[in-house]
């Protein structure tokens, strides 16, 4: 039987692996915790309420709590990211305070502050963002990963990996992409993208016979994002490759995607 490749074997049924699962999860906790954009400036002194206020030494859950600011004591806002707040001490001690400590501290005229969610600005202004998508490659199907850092409003790069899973065969894919959004305002704003990467075919060995191998390739394509709520986008998308194989002729294989992202 002659070699063919994930790129052109259509799958019948798409299974969620268990190592999937928990990935799915472990973006999803992640995207809880990390900080939005560039920190904003804040200028504010409030009092502590709570018997205690905890001082982390970076703006997430995952640094650890450094220092306890007791009630009574007063802290200066300096920066704000996303749910994260770096204060000061009047001993010049400064840590981040998760905002829901931050809310329950007060103001001058004692009442409580009050901060404003993350808006679509934060999702216009964001530096970083990840994601994990699902669809189709080719007939195969497909789950990708990504990762990708804005250079300014207008265009990022990215990195991706993929799982390419075949009836006959399968394979994973690795790129790097160049991304350039023409409307970053808009709450639904298209882009398009350019990248090259390598594709990697393992046949089963049990179905046809054949080699493992991998090609390189080149795309370009289209999509777009849409701002949800707080941190996180739907991102959809399509992309044409040439896959540029050791056989006398190249493939073309299409592929979308669908999924969800956060920014931070």
């Known amino acids: 039987m002659s070699e063919r ?23 999803l906790s992640l995207a809880a915790e990390l900080p939005l954009a ?18 982390h030494t970076g703006p997430g859950r995952g640094y650890p709590i450094f ?13 704000r990211r996303t749910d994260w707040f770096l204060v000061r001490m009047p001993n ?9 400590q931050m809310e329950r501290t007060l103001q001058p005229s004692g009442s409580n502050i009050e901060f404003a969610e993350a808006d679509q600005s934060d999702f216009t202004d964001s530096r970083w963002e990840a994601g994990l998508l699902a669809g189709d490659f080719g007939g195969a199907n497909v789950i990708s990963v990504y990762g990708g850092y804005s250079l300014n409003r207008h265009l990022g ?3 991706w990996g993929s799982q390419i899973l075949g009836n006959v065969s399968n ?3 690795g790129s790097i992409n160049v991304i350039h959004e023409t409307w970053p305002d808009w709450r639904i704003s298209p882009f398009f993208t350019l990248g090259t990467g390598v594709i990697h075919t393992a046949p089963k060995s049990t179905i046809v016979q054949g080699e493992d191998r991998t090609d390189q390739a080149a795309h370009a394509g289209a999509g777009f994002r849409i701002y949800t709520t707080r941190r996180f986008m739907l991102r959809a998308e399509y992309k044409s490759y040439v896959v540029f194989t050791s056989r006398d002729d190249n493939e073309e294989v299409e592929e979308w995607k669908v999924g969800f992202a956060f920014f931070f």
């Open 157 to 159: 790069v990215e990195l």
């Open 38 to 55: 560039e920190a904003a400036e804040v200028d504010a002194t409030v009092t502590v309420a709570d018997p205690y206020l905890e001082m």
């Open 67 to 79: 220092h306890i600011a007791e009630r009574g004591e007063s802290v200066s806002i300096l920066k």
């Open 92 to 100: 010049d001690t400064e840590g981040w305070v998760h905002r829901d």
């Open 171 to 173: 394979g994973w894919a």
């Open 5 to 27: 490749s994930t790129t052109t074997i259509p799958s019948t049924s798409l299974k969620i692996k268990p190592y999937l699962a928990a990935l799915l999860l472990s973006f």
